[in-house]
Nanobody
Framework: VQLVESGGGLVEAGGSLRLSCAVSGGRFSAATMGWYRRAPRNEGEFVAS???????RYATSVEGRFTISGDNRKHTVYLQMDNLRPEDTDVYYC????????????WGQGTKVTVSS
């Protein structure tokens, strides 16, 4: 299974970026996709997620500024980040997970987002 992230970069405060994450190498159903920032093994911070049914969830710190969307047919998830702040600077990691049998969890390599003040 491979998760390929793109869209990170450098932007000024108040600007926007759109992250994408495409999953391949398996069959995925009833899965949740989303984003964390910082390394998940080091208590990364949850950012947003979306279920295959379209239910989204956001961290309080990004709600109203970030929008997550997904394309089930393409197994791709997007994170539109608007009104970015310097404190949003981090490495963003995409994930896909399934909490019902068969369970699984896969992570991307991360994409760097830098917001200058």
């Amino acid at each position: 299974v491979q998760l390929v992230e793109s869209g990170g970069g450098l932007v000024e405060a108040g600007g926007s970026l759109r992250l994408s994450c495409a999953v391949s190498g398996g069959r995925f159903s009833a899965a949740t996709m989303g984003w964390y920032r910082r390394a998940p093994r080091n208590e990364g911070e949850f950012v947003a997620s979306i279920t295959s049914g379209g239910t989204s969830r956001y961290a309080t710190s990004v709600e109203g500024r970030f929008t997550i969307s997904g394309d089930n047919r393409k197994h791709t998830v997007y994170l539109q980040m608007d009104n970015l702040r310097p404190e949003d600077t981090d490495v963003y990691y995409c994930f896909i997970k399934r909490s019902v049998t068969p369970t699984y969890s896969y992570w991307g390599q991360g994409t760097k987002v830098t917001v200058s003040s």
